[in-house]
């Protein structure tokens, strides 16, 4: 570089204002509430959230700064109505996982067990009186939630759980173990799937820090570190031994593993806003970089393969919130089905990580970088692509709806 040159400026990931991934105007069947949301949990995301999750993602530490604005935008608890939650269209709940993935997909797994998987599991599965004794404190944010089912020997084939529940007088004593509980090392609130040794019946049963605010014995959670995406949310191992919950604390509408599928049905379709949410930050910075990189004496927007990617990286883009918004329709009707959710979280998963994957390739070795933002959702994608049911189970899922065969148990 000669004295007469100026460098170029530095490329700034999060000036996408002027990048349109919305060739289909699918924004425009926003209902108000949605497009309120949207704005809200966007400011968030670019004024509070962007500057500072990177060097905690990099420290997997969990940004307990944010969850007072998190409190602040009144979206916990999305479409349940009454205890203190906001009551949200389906269109606006599913809006804010999409603008949270936007931003980090951390927060939004934080977010996601805190009110889809916990709160949804005491509204689906509680009493009236559980509903009001737990949800208003958690849609404040009061108290945090935890959902334990998965367990070490248990992912897919969560449906065959060893956790164990026996009663005692006025008290379940629970003993086993689970892993990947996301929040379960500080939650306030932890719903825990176990087997009644009575009935052999999987139940719920909601454990609560004590007075003083320490989980009770014979609860024990160690984070599991060396995680390659999702780092700034905490997924412990759980260690359950001779661990006493009141009998009033067991959610009185779970009785089978059948109930514990509404939940997991009711969040899947989230996965895949989720997903949308990845798949939309990774093709906006890159179109962004794209229109101001330069090689080769011009900007690599220029060139046909470099376009020929994010044509294509729109379309699978758009397939993505096709689906997503055509299966909100399908559950407002009430005739969303487990294989419906199956595809679109399978679909959108799928193709939110090779979206990922080809943002990252057009950024070239920046790509690799955190300050650029598209490593950490790629990386993320792949988690993702993992939980709340693989990319093979939901196959198998569909396969049997198309087939009439089970390929599984």
């Keep these: 570089m000669t004295t007469t040159e100026t460098a170029p400026a530095p490329f700034d990931p999060t000036a996408v204002q002027d990048v349109d991934s919305d060739l289909y105007l699918l924004d425009n069947l926003l209902d108000d509430q949605a497009r309120d949301v949207q704005a809200r949990v966007r400011e968030f995301v670019d004024t509070d959230l962007l500057p500072v999750i990177n060097d905690y993602w990099e420290r997997a530490e969990v940004p307990y700064e944010l969850i007072p604005k998190l409190a602040a935008l009144n979206i916990a608890g999305g479409t ?5 939650c906001p009551g949200m269209t389906r269109l606006a709940a599913s809006t804010a996982a999409a603008e949270l993935a936007r931003g980090d997909g951390s927060i939004n797994t934080f977010f996601g067990v805190h009110s889809g998987l916990a709160m949804g599991s005491i509204d689906m599965l509680g009493s009236e009186e559980q509903k009001h004794r737990w949800l208003p404190s958690m849609a404040r944010f009061d108290k945090i939630g935890a959902f334990a089912l998965t367990e070490p020997g248990h992912g897919s084939d969560s449906v065959s759980l060893e956790t164990s529940a026996r009663r005692e007088g006025d008290s379940y004593v629970l003993n086993g173990s689970k892993r990947w509980i996301g929040n379960a090392s500080f939650a306030d609130v932890v719903v825990i799937f176990a087997r009644d040794e009575a009935d052999a019946a999987v139940k719920a049963f909601v454990m609560e820090k004590d007075a003083d ?3 009770p014995a014979g609860y024990n959670a160690e984070v ?3 995680k390659m995406g999702k780092r700034a949310v905490l997924q412990p191992n759980i260690v359950i031994e001779n661990l006493r919950i009141p009998a009033q604390n067991r959610l009185a509408n779970c009785n089978s593993f059948k109930d514990v599928n509404k939940v997991l049905a009711a969040t899947r379709g989230g996965v895949a806003w989720e997903a949308l ?7 906006e910075i890159a179109v962004a970089y794209a229109k101001t990189r330069v090689q080769f004496g011009k900007e690599i927007g220029r060139f046909q393969l470099v376009q020929n990617k994010l044509a294509n990286m729109l379309a699978q883009l758009t397939a993505i919130k096709l689906t997503c918004f055509r299966l909100n329709e399908l559950a407002e009707e009430g005739q969303m089905t487990s294989p419906m959710a199956s595809m679109a979280k399978m679909f959108a998963a799928r193709q939110g990580r090779w979206i990922c994957s080809e943002a990252r390739d057009i950024m070239g070795g920046n790509g690799l970088l955190l300050e650029n933002h598209v490593a950490r959702h790629l990386t993320d994608m792949e988690v ?6 693989t990319d093979t189970m939901q196959s198998l899922i569909l396969g049997r709806h198309i087939t009439g065969f089970s390929a599984f148990a």
């Design 80 to 84: 349940i109505k009454g205890y203190g």
């Design 213 to 215: 605010g320490n989980h």
């Design 224 to 226: 599991i570190t060396g």
């Design 277 to 283: 949410g990845h798949a939309v930050a990774a093709y």
């Design 384 to 389: 993702v692509f993992t939980y709340e049911g």
